[in-house]
């Protein structure tokens, strides 16, 4: 009896000591990510009279937003305004919201391609526009899978944009970093993500809460190419849609 108590003992400290390094593993393996995610950006450097000199001349962007339920123009008004302010201060690019447009019954905000496809759709037969924001909802997807993060870490994606145009965003999650995150790859071809606002990942300690590296800050490389494609043409499809584009709009 005792031998097989001390082997008991033994499985449940060698059972305790795994979990204990599995636990630490992932702790330290989410400490890297967030440093990583957390590289120097440009916030130091926007009141340099030569960074602020790079950004002119401004651009102004007309916004279209869609919404599915009846909009609140003055409530999204704001929070464009609000999210818009860093991005002028950092590239010089300012938006107006050109125009509200009600689109109900599009698809799942979870079926990408599909929801992409009936926004453009929406667009196309509209002028005055050069950027989209698909104001969205949470989808039933997104609800099991935030539940199951409270156990195990399971990716949520909160926003995302169109690989054809590269001006069709769809924001599930109204957090400023979401939008400018999403907002920059309009800009940005040669990479997909990096460090600063520009991170493919963020890390919250619960579900739908704010991320803990919340910076709205581009870091300097990234900068650089938001300028040099400060200007470029929203009508013609982006380099991504020859290459090896994931969110398509079907055009066909």
């Known amino acids: 009896m005792m031998a097989g108590s001390r082997i008991t003992r033994s499985g449940w400290r060698l059972a305790f000591q795994r979990k204990v390094t599995k636990r630490t593993s992932s702790a330290l393996l989410l400490t890297a990510l967030l440093l990583a995610s957390c590289s120097p950006t440009v916030k130091n450097l926007i009141h340099s009279p030569d960074f602020v000199l790079q950004n002119q001349p401004e651009r102004t962007l007309n ?16 929070w464009l305004a609000t999210c818009g302010r860093t991005i002028e201060e950092q590239v010089g690019i300012s938006m107006k919201p050109a125009q509200f447009v009600q689109a109900p019954s599009l698809p799942s905000v979870n079926d990408i391609s599909a929801r992409l496809t009936a926004l453009y759709s929406v667009g196309e037969s509209r002028d005055n526009w050069d950027i989209m924001v698909n104001l969205a909802d949470y989808g ?11 156990i195990l870490p399971i990716p949520i994606y909160q926003g995302y944009i169109d690989d054809t145009y590269r001006k069709i965003i769809v924001l599930k999650s109204r957090d400023c970093r979401t939008f400018v995150h999403e907002f920059y790859h309009a800009f940005i071809f040669t990479h997909d993500h990096s460090g600063g606002v520009m991170a493919g990942m963020t890390f919250q300690l619960f579900p739908f809460t704010p991320p803990l590296n919340n910076t709205l800050y581009l870091d300097e490389s990234d900068r650089d190419e938001v300028l040099k494609n400060k200007w470029r043409d929203f009508r013609t499809k982006s380099q991504l849609s020859l290459e090896s584009p994931q969110d398509v709009i079907r055009t066909h």
């Not at 916004?63 to 704001?78: G, Y």
């Not at 039933?140 to 409270?150: A, E, H, K, T």
Request: net charge negative; hydrophobic share 45%; aromatic share 0%.
């Open 63 to 78: 916004v279209m937003i869609v919404t599915e339920k009846t909009p609140d123009t003055k409530e999204i008004t704001q």
């Open 140 to 150: 039933m997807l997104d609800i099991v899978s935030g539940l199951l993060n409270l």
